[in-house]
Nanobody, 127 residues
Framework: QAQLVESGGGSVQSGGSLRLSCVVSGYTARNYYMGWFRQPPGREREGVAAIDPNGSTPYAESVKGRFTISRDYTKNTLYLQMDSLKPEDTTMYYC?????????????????????WGQGTQVTVSS
């Protein structure tokens, strides 16, 4: 059973930066996807960025050029560097791991591809 714990959320002004981290424990294999998702109030959870074992990194159109996902296998940690933040980026952010066969059915930015989730970290961007 994998456990994912996010950190790094907080409050910043528009144009500022934050770096989210997600530490993975209880799972040692490396051949799985990881991703960042967010869920604005009243809306469905949406994919922000993902990274696969080959290093491919798809991004949602709304964050391209502003967010960067990376992964440190030595630390079992996933990162999301968020620059040029906007008020519309305000919401809870979740990291996720796709270790089951569903990762071959859905794309890397689809919620259904993932079977492990963190508890979330709040990001608030003020104008």
């Amino acid at each position: 059973q994998a456990q994912l714990v996010e950190s790094g959320g907080g409050s910043v002004q528009s144009g500022g930066s934050l770096r989210l981290s997600c530490v993975v424990s209880g799972y040692t294999a490396r051949n799985y996807y990881m991703g960042w998702f967010r869920q604005p109030p009243g809306r469905e959870r949406e994919g922000v960025a993902a990274i696969d074992p080959n290093g491919s990194t798809p991004y949602a159109e709304s964050v391209k050029g502003r967010f960067t996902i990376s992964r440190d296998y030595t630390k079992n940690t996933l990162y999301l560097q968020m620059d040029s933040l906007k008020p519309e980026d305000t919401t809870m952010y979740y990291c996720a791991a796709a270790t089951s066969s569903t990762r071959y059915i859905y794309t890397a930015l689809e919620v259904s591809a993932y079977n492990y989730w963190g508890q979330g970290t709040q990001v608030t961007v003020s104008s």
